[in-house]
């Protein structure tokens, strides 16, 4: 079967993925409402969305698992709709692992081997392979119970590419490991990507695991995909108010449209004109919603030398200190609420509640939603 | 200490009313007519004894094959098929809380020669003579069966029904078509379940008794039969050494199938 994907598109060594228009109705809602996304060979796609996104629907009509009710997927250029999963030759990591309790590990990860008739000494080479590639070897043996959490993702991960499938879909695999943990698997898991040049597909809810692994995200919300893009783009460019809410910490600011500049937009927002960048062109008087990131503003004070074009005069309403940096709570003219990050640094004066000060960005950070 | 507590009037009730009786009828099997262990010295060439355990044995193990056959199937669509649980539940439990009696009666009423299943037979045309199947050794197999089948069928149902799905759903996305599935990942991981079942069905088809005794041949008798025998004898001690060697072969084979894997766990309660 890996035969047959090939032979339609030899091209590279991971598969690419045609989504079209995809649906999943349950009862009377649409879990997937219309997902369209054009996966390229080769690529890390993470899906990203808070739960009941229909990113994990998204990723089981993929496998197999669930039947579109409409829409089409195509891997390779071919439309795989009508193929039961076991025919898809698609690589796939469960949250839980979903290894087999009654088999060791070294049957565990021959187990795709079997099914495609590999006979017993080249399936033995092979899962030795597997188990060095995600640093398990000698671990063969061993039953899944005798594993760690860790471990357990692990084989699941080398069974789930020992057969070389040109695509490797991950649900929430790092979902249930502790923080450190699921740092160094993010980095094993980059890493594996780098060396296998297959496409892989994951579905995270954790924005910060989104933005470290993959080379483009698709934010779903509400069964529909809100943004596709590069991490940067999507934390620097957010293209509507829930992914500038959803990838980080983002300000809203309610704003008038008041002049057009080119590719800029005068905005008035708390009494001051802002500019912004706007890749629409919204008319004079149009109500809008201006966005910055809270890291990127800065106290005018502490600027020395260049100084970013947006300005605004505040009210200190709470100081945080959190380690590495300060984490201030700022209320402008008209009272809209305004979170500031700084650096920390025993240089820079703390502000103190209550306090007057006037804050400043640049127009790159910030955006029109 | 409280739970102890909580149980000690049925622990007291069960001394009282279940293990003195036990011990004194066993106490027979060595103490009758004097202290003597000439009883079961006398079993090894007692052809009556013999015979009759080894077509014990041979009917309980025909049973729990055909409740195994009969009855696997039925508990996997009853995990499987949710729609249609309900109604398969009731058709097994129906049965079950009949009594043993009359469940044993209506086989009779079936099976005699001019009963429904050789009337059926005569009316399409496919034997001239009512077939000889009540009181065969058959009879009893299919009886038995019967009656025994819930206890096949439900352990291996909650056997399946602990399997994770998405055991299946990896099975399939690593490339095993269904029926491949069910061998390599369903079966094995439903074991535990299946001997359960076995082991519940074949000692209680060790001490069957009204059932071989109505609808059985006279010839093929169970080993209960022959106590009930020789207790009408008045043959104490014999029905005692009987019970004893009954007691102590389910026993043995309770014994060694706990020794198996999960299976103590099949029996165990969920507490979830």
């Avoid at chain 1, 496998?63 to 009710?69: D, K, L, Q, R």
């Avoid at chain 1, 049957?107 to 006979?119: A, E, S, T, Y």
Wanted: a neutral charge; proline letters at 6%; aromatic letters at 8%.
């Amino acid at each position: 079967m890996a035969a047959e994907l090939n032979a339609v598109n030899g091209s590279g060594r991971g598969a690419s993925v045609l989504l079209t228009d995809l649906e999943k109705r349950f009862d009377r809602t649409n879990a997937v409402d219309g997902v369209s996304l054009d996966i390229r060979s080769g690529e890390f796609l993470t899906l990203l969305g808070p739960s009941g996104s229909g990113k994990t629907t998204t990723l089981m009509m993929i496998a197999g698992f669930e039947t579109p009710t409409a829409g089409d997927i195509a891997i390779d250029g071919m439309s795989v709709v009508a193929m039961p999963p076991y025919r898809r030759n698609i690589g796939m990591v469960f949250q839980n692992y979903a290894l087999f309790p009654h088999l060791t590990v070294e049957d565990n990860i021959g187990f795709p081997l079997k099914q495609r008739g590999v006979p017993k000494t080249e399936r033995t080479k092979l899962v030795g392979e597997a188990l060095e590639l995600v640093q398990l070897p000698g671990y063969g043996g061993r039953y899944p119970r005798q594993l760690s959490g860790g471990q357990q993702q692990r084989v699941a991960l080398a069974r789930a590419i020992v057969f070389k499938p040109r695509l490797l879909l991950m649900d929430e695999p790092l979902g249930a490991l502790d923080k450190q943990l699921r740092e160094n698997l993010q980095l094993e898991m980059r890493r594996l990507h780098a060396d296998l040049g297959i496409t892989f597909i994951y579905v995270t809810h954790d924005q910060e695991e989104a933005l470290t692994m993959s080379d483009r995200i698709a934010v779903m919300n509400d069964g529909k995909v809100a943004q596709v893009g590069r991490p940067e783009d999507l934390y620097d460019r957010p293209c509507n108010r829930f992914v500038a809410g959803f990838i980080g910490e983002s300000n809203f600011l309610p704003a008038v449209v008041r002049d057009l500049e080119d590719d800029i937009v005068v905005a008035e927002c708390e009494g001051v004109l802002v500019r912004a960048l706007c890749p629409a062109r919204p008319a004079n008087g149009t109500k809008v919603t201006l966005t910055t990131r809270p890291e990127r503003l800065r106290f005018a004070d502490t600027l020395n030398g260049h100084a970013p074009q947006n300005r605004m005069s505040v009210t200190v309403t709470e100081a945080v200190f959190a380690g590495e940096r300060c984490r201030y709570l700022l209320r402008a003219a008209d009272g809209a609420s305004i979170v500031l990050k700084e650096p920390s640094s025993a240089a820079i004066r703390r502000r103190q509640v209550g306090e007057q000060a006037e804050i400043a960005w640049s127009v790159a950070d910030t955006i029109l939603v | 200490m409280t739970p102890y507590l909580l149980a000690a009037p049925l622990i007291a009730f069960m001394i009282a009313f279940y293990v003195l009786p036990v011990v004194a009828m066993l106490m027979r099997s060595v103490s009758d007519p004097s202290w003597t262990l000439q009883h079961y010295a006398a079993l090894p060439d007692d052809v009556v004894f013999l015979k009759t355990f080894a077509n014990t044995f041979y009917t309980s193990l025909i049973v729990t094959l055909a409740s195994l056959l009969l009855g696997y199937p039925v508990a996997l669509a009853l995990v499987r098929a949710p729609r249609w649980a309900l109604v398969i539940l009731v058709l097994i439990m129906l049965p079950f809380w009949t009594s043993v009696l009359v469940r044993s009666y209506a086989w009779m009423v079936l099976l005699g020669r001019h009963g429904l299943f050789n009337e059926a037979l005569i009316a399409a045309g496919m034997i001239d003579r009512p077939l000889r199947i009540l009181n065969t050794p058959l009879a009893t197999q299919i009886a038995m069966s019967h009656i025994l089948l819930p206890y096949m069928i439900l352990p291996i149902a909650n056997a399946l029904r602990q399997i994770d799905p998405s055991l299946l759903r990896a099975a399939s996305g690593l490339g095993s078509p269904p029926w491949r599935t069910f061998l390599q990942v369903t079966l094995p991981l439903s074991m535990p379940g299946v001997a359960a079942g076995v082991l519940l069905v074949f000692v209680l088809a060790l001490g069957f008794y009204i059932t071989p005794a109505m609808v059985g041949g006279p010839r093929e008798i169970t080993i209960s039969m022959l106590i009930a025998q020789r207790v009408d004898q008045l043959d104490w001690a014999y029905a005692a050494t009987l019970s004893a060697v009954l007691l102590a072969t389910a026993l043995a084979i309770i014994g060694a199938f706990y020794r198996l894997p999960g299976v103590g766990n099949a029996f165990r309660m969920n507490a979830r």
